[in-house]
C-alpha cells in the first residue's frame, strides 16, 4: 500500500520560505510516475502547486512558478517543496500526493499558518 | 489554463436518492483526462473516477462517471450516509492541472 507522510513547521513567518518534506513508502519513487504538491487555504478549494518525476523533471503551476522549487531525493525516498517569499495568502493545509496522472495516492496533508 | 465550473454548488439530497454532479471545462480535455475526488471533513482527497469513467481501485460500483470534451458527470447511483462530502472534478490533460470549485453533496 502506498502511503505518503508531509512534514514540516506549522508556522512561518511572512517573507520567509515554506518548506516542506514527504516521505513515501510503500513504492519506490524511482520506479516512475510524477509526484506533487497540492494546496487548499482553509474552507476553500484545491490548487495544484507542481510535480516532479523521479528523473528530477519538473512542472510548476504558473502562478506559483517563480516562487516554488520541488525536489526529489531518490535515496530516501521522498520529495521536498519550498515556496518563497510568503504571504498570509499562503496559508493552506499542504498534501502532497502520487502523480501517475491523476493524484492517486494522497498524504493526509499538514496546515502551515503564515503570521508573524 | 483551463477554468472548471461546477453545478450545482450544493446538493442536497436523502441517503438512497440518485446524486447527479456537472462539470463543465472552458476548453476540451484532451483524451478524457477529468478525475473525481471525494474529500470529506478534515481528511484528504480521494480518487474515485480517472479518465472521465474508470473506477480507481476500491470505488464501490454505484459510482460512475460519463462524459467527453467539455462536459462531464459523476453519478452517485444511491447515496449511502458515507458518501455526503465535498467532490472535486479536475483535468489533467493539459498543464497546470486544474480543479473545479467543488460540489457539496449534504444530506436533506
Known amino acids: 500500500q502506498v502511503q505518503l507522510q508531509e512534514s514540516g513547521p506549522g508556522l512561518v513567518k511572512p517573507s520567509a520560505t515554506l518548506s516542506l518534506t514527504c516521505a513515501v513508502s510503500g513504492y519506490s519513487i524511482s520506479s516512475g510516475y510524477y509526484w506533487g504538491w497540492i494546496r487548499q487555504p482553509p474552507g476553500r478549494g484545491l490548487e495544484w502547486i507542481g510535480s516532479i518525476h523521479q528523473s528530477g523533471s519538473t512542472n510548476y503551476n504558473p502562478s506559483l512558478k517563480s516562487r516554488v522549487t520541488i525536489s526529489v531525493d531518490t535515496s530516501k525516498n521522498q520529495f521536498s517543496l519550498k515556496l518563497t517569499s510568503v504571504t498570509a495568502a499562503d496559508t493552506a493545509v499542504y498534501y502532497c500526493?502520487?502523480?501517475?496522472?491523476?493524484?492517486?495516492?494522497w498524504g493526509q496533508g499538514t496546515l502551515v499558518t503564515v503570521s508573524s | 489554463e483551463i477554468v472548471l465550473t461546477q453545478s450545482p454548488g450544493t446538493l442536497s439530497l436523502s441517503p438512497g436518492e440518485r446524486a447527479t454532479l456537472s462539470c463543465r471545462t472552458s476548453q476540451s480535455v484532451s483524451s478524457n483526462y477529468l478525475a473525481w475526488y471525494q474529500q470529506k471533513l478534515g481528511q484528504a482527497p480521494r480518487l474515485l473516477i480517472y479518465?472521465?469513467?474508470s473506477r480507481a481501485t476500491g470505488i464501490p460500483d454505484r459510482f460512475s462517471g460519463s462524459g467527453s470534451g467539455t462536459d462531464f458527470t459523476l453519478t452517485i447511483s444511491r447515496l449511502e450516509p458515507e458518501d455526503f462530502a465535498v467532490y472535486y472534478c479536475?483535468?489533467?490533460?493539459?498543464?497546470?492541472?486544474?480543479f473545479g470549485p467543488g460540489t457539496k453533496v449534504d444530506i436533506k
Open positions: 500526493a502520487r502523480h501517475r496522472p491523476p493524484l492517486d495516492y
Open positions: 479518465g472521465a469513467s
Open positions: 479536475q483535468q489533467y490533460g493539459s498543464s497546470p492541472f486544474t
